[in-house]
């Protein structure tokens, strides 16, 4: 694996050296400490590690660690090993390989982590508080088990296990390279270096052989800035950087721009940003600069507002082609975050402090299901819950429980209209419940109003900035179909997003038999009344030995789309924006009977935010879009969807119960500086062996799509790979086994 540009890699390098690690901290201890390194130079396929006892029994060679089970003895004693691979190989002469031996838990996680001979196992240079893409070339040699790759950074040599980044990255196919890629975002109270542990779980007690090659890393978000610049000319070496960025002072002159050393087919964006105004200032760009259909940009003259330009250069012709602009941009003054948090079991009155957000919300939305940890689907209880707060000491939240596999269909669901989180058990008893007790400085608190039996899994998405109005609140809907003013927001709303299930009339909080959840919104980013819409609604029948199973799930590129929907076997409720109001907005029920249910909504203003849709790809890895906007800075995704392929507006509903919801979010103020990631999926299926209930779960932290298949695997696992000034790539690791319709949200300026 030798050396990439921008990266580093774990390899045997001229002192040849490489730490095998245990998945406890017990497992480490003992006789290993003392012994030398393995020496790997000029190896070729031969025997790295080997052992014929438990570990640290017989190594072959000092300093070399094998990841073992977490209880008894090692799998395969004296078979489970590690080595330098010359024939299969993703670049360059030589891979790592990894035989894990037969037998033993299927659970169980073995691989290997980094070691330095001066400084140890914590020798990953990582700066606290910056991103970086990690990404790799892996392989295996079946997945007849499901099999799985996991990454962990440890990063803290200080306090071993207290500071811990991780992603387990699933095998889409045997005996196939795929790219592993990790966004991560150091913890601002990680050390100085990092422990990097590669680990491997076969999901058989087969034998199985695992590959890596071509590890790096590289910090995102980094900007290059040139400076002030007030001279007739400036040339922009490219070799500085993708991205970068240079302000035009105050003297009353042109500057024109050269470009030296570029490379073809990278993409690269100039910002040019304006101190002040003056009558001849701004830049003009070189004579083999092709603009969008051959128009110049109009580039700005304003004070604080910025030209953002992207282009490619191509070699052959020696002309810079552009690719994507934005004229008369303000600094983009909207912040996001996203990040996830195991919600405390502390007796109701505790709090809990979310801390590093980088600002003060104005807003939070959350969600969550049954998982207490991170995996790929899991069969156990059927949870979905989604909830928001843009108040102190309030909160709105709509959630659903299924019992899973069980003859006879269990099926519970609540609203909320005093908790923005909330759990409940299969007897209609409150199992946990959270207000939101104060925005910080720094983050918010949650106050707990009912204790939590379990330790939830939440995933979150703040919004903050200036300026920003937002107001959460709830209406009844009207009886019969026909328009209905929702007024009292307090302002004009840019866009705004509904949660509902079947309260049956009556008034929240209730818990109701069933599981009914709809998610959806409307957005007027255009100021027309036109942009986009869509919404994502499911039914579970309770009570029933064969139970009926709904999803539904539309977008539209203006407001024919619903953004309200409630479902039972069939469509009850349907509902479109039709205009965003001086005072709230107005709905039009193309479908509504005579109940008056409830429905919550969070109205903001400011931000701008856009509908579009995104399709899954059945191949992977694959890129399933790069939603790109000129007129539009991207700074947070939410996206969520049924799994499955959009349905007709207004038509029929599909079998199974299946939501998943995901986001990225941008922690810089100007473009990509830290995009952090979180995602889950929840699904209940109807049809399994003597119809007994069919529930699965999954939550994934660092990517922002996931999917369940048919048999409960793994499926469309999606991650957000780069964020430019105007667009967002995606990238897809694990196939869907349909192109699932993606409802996406995005929220810039």
């Excluded at 076969?202 to 800035?225: C, L, P, Q």
């Excluded at 919801?661 to 889950?680: E, F, L």
Aim: aromatic share 8%.
């Amino acid at each position: 694996m030798p050396n990439k540009p921008y990266g580093w890699v774990i390899d045997s390098g001229a002192a040849g050296q490489l730490v095998l690690a245990g998945e406890e901290s017990g497992a480490l201890a003992g006789g290993l400490a003392s012994l030398e390194p393995t020496d790997l130079t000029g190896m070729s396929a031969d025997l790295l590690l080997g052992g014929t006892g438990s570990i640290g029994e017989g190594l072959g060679g000092g300093g070399s660690r094998l990841i073992g089970p977490a209880t008894g003895a090692l799998v395969g004693p004296g078979l489970s090993s590690a080595s330098k691979d010359r024939t299969t190989v993703y670049s360059g002469d030589v891979s790592l390989r990894y035989d894990f031996a037969a037998g033993g838990d299927p659970a169980d996680w073995q691989g290997f982590s980094t070691n330095d001979p001066v400084v140890g196992p914590w020798s990953v240079s990582l700066r606290p508080g910056v991103t970086y893409k990690l990404r790799m070339a892996i392989r295996v040699s079946s997945i007849a088990g499901a099999a799985a790759c996991r990454l962990t950074l440890d990063h803290s040599a200080a306090a071993p296990g207290t500071v811990v980044s991780s992603k387990v990255i699933p095998f889409a196919a045997a005996n196939a390279w795929q790219i592993a890629e990790w966004v991560v975002k150091v913890p601002t109270t990680a050390g100085p270096n990092s422990l990097l542990s590669i680990q491997f779980q076969r999901g058989t007690t087969a034998a199985t052989s695992f590959w890596v090659d071509s590890i790096r890393s590289e910090e995102v978000g980094v900007i290059y800035d040139n400076g002030t610049v007030d001279s007739a000319t400036f040339t922009v070496d490219l070799a500085n950087g993708t991205h970068q960025r240079i302000t035009k002072g105050t003297v009353n002159i042109k500057v024109g721009l050269a470009l030296s050393n570029p490379v073809s087919g990278v993409v690269y964006v100039l910002e040019l940003h304006h101190s002040s105004p003056t009558t001849a200032g701004g830049f003009n760009m070189p004579s083999n600069f092709v603009y969008l259909n051959d128009t110049p940009l109009g580039l700005t003259n304003v004070a604080g507002h910025s030209d953002v330009l992207a282009f490619v250069y191509d070699s052959i012709a020696g002309v810079f082609y552009q690719v994507a602009e934005g004229a008369d941009e303000p600094d983009v003054a909207v912040q996001t975050a996203t990040g996830s948090f195991s919600i405390t079991t502390a007796a109701a009155g505790s709090t809990q402090a979310i801390t590093s957000v980088g600002f003060q919300p104005v807003a939070v939305i959350f969600w969550w299901n049954d998982r207490t940890s991170s995996g790929g689907p899991t069969a156990q209880a059927w949870r979905i819950g989604m909830g928001w707060a843009a108040a102190p000491n309030t909160g709105f939240c709509v959630h659903c429980l299924g019992v899973n596999a069980v003859a006879t269909s269990d099926e519970q669901h609540r609203l909320d209209n005093a908790n923005c989180i909330g759990s409940i058990t299969n007897a209609q008893a409150v199992d946990g419940a959270a207000v939101l007790q104060s925005f910080d400085p720094d983050g918010f608190t949650i106050k707990i109003n009912t204790q939590f039996t379990n330790s939830l899994v939440v995933g979150w998405l703040a919004l903050g900035g200036s300026p920003i109005s937002v107001k959460a609140g709830s209406f009844t809907m009207r009886s019969g179909t026909g328009t209905q003013a929702v007024q009292g927001v307090g302002f004009k709303p840019g866009w705004a997003l509904f949660l509902t299930g079947n309260d049956a009339g009556n008034a929240p909080p209730v818990t109701r038999a069933a599981s009914h959840f709809s998610f959806g919104g409307a957005s007027n980013y255009d100021g027309s009344g036109t942009q986009g819409s869509g919404v994502a609604a499911i039914y579970c029948q309770d009570v029933v030995t064969s139970p009926t199973t709904r999803h539904y799930c539309v977008h539209a590129n203006d407001l024919s789309s619903d953004c309200i929907t409630v479902m039972g076997a069939a469509l009850i409720s349907q509902a479109q924006v039709t205009s965003f109001d001086s005072d709230g907005f107005t709905l039009n029920w193309s479908a509504q009977d005579t109940v008056l249910r409830t429905v919550f909504y969070l109205a903001v203003s400011g931000p701008r935010a856009k509908f579009y849709n995104m399709l899954s790809n059945v191949s992977a890895p694959s890129t399933p879009a790069e939603l790109v906007d000129v007129t539009f800075r991207p700074k947070a995704d939410l996206l969520w969807s049924c799994g499955d392929a959009f349905q007709t507006i207004g038509g029929a509903n599909a079998n199974d119960a299946k939501f998943n919801i995901g986001c990225w979010a941008n922690a810089g103020t100007r473009q990509k500086a830290a995009v952090v990631q979180t995602c889950i999926a929840a699904q209940n299926r109807n049809f399994a062996s003597a119809h007994v209930t069919d529930c699965t779960e999954s939550y994934q932290p660092g990517d922002c799509y996931t999917n369940h298949s048919s048999t409960d695997t793994q499926a469309g696992l999606i991650t957000c790979s780069d964020v430019q000034p105007r667009f967002a790539d995606y990238s897809q690791t694990v196939a869907d086994t349909v192109q699932a319709g993606i409802v996406t949200l995005r929220v810039g300026a």
